[in-house]
Nanobody
Framework: VQLQASGGGLVQAGGSLRLSCATT????????MGWFRQGPGKEREFVAR????????SYADSVKGRFTISRDNAKSTVYLQMNSLKYEDTAAYYC????????????????WGQGTQVTVSS
């Protein structure tokens, strides 16, 4: 499966962005999907995940209440709505697909997109 992330950009603190991750290849609805991010000089970290059906979601504590993950299985796309953005949200954001695990660990994901840069100015 191939993943293509988009929607990043430059935004002021307090603003919003919506990231999209379009997939092609095998059946999208068979994958659990996740968003991760990697800031400058930092390790890649979990942001949010969504179960195959879309009914179960979870978030990192740092984004809970501000970010919302969703998916449209008919469009084979997963989204990350980011509100109330903070300077510390600045990072490259990656979408990922997991065929067999429900995990917050990056190593458990099978496929990755190329990343989209989010820069929040203070």
């Amino acid at each position: 499966v191939q993943l293509q992330a988009s929607g990043g950009g430059l935004v002021q603190a307090g603003g919003s962005l919506r990231l999209s991750c379009a997939t092609t290849g095998r059946t999208f609805s068979s994958y659990n999907m996740g968003w991760f991010r990697q800031g400058p000089g930092k390790e890649r970290e979990f942001v949010a995940r969504i179960f195959r059906s879309g009914e179960v979601k979870s978030y990192a504590d740092s984004v809970k209440g501000r970010f919302t993950i969703s998916r449209d299985n008919a469009k084979s796309t997963v989204y990350l709505q980011m509100n109330s953005l903070k300077y510390e949200d600045t990072a490259a954001y990656y979408c990922a697909a997991a065929s067999a695990t429900w995990s917050t660990r990056s190593g458990d994901y099978d496929y990755w997109g190329q990343g989209t840069q989010v820069t929040v100015s203070s």
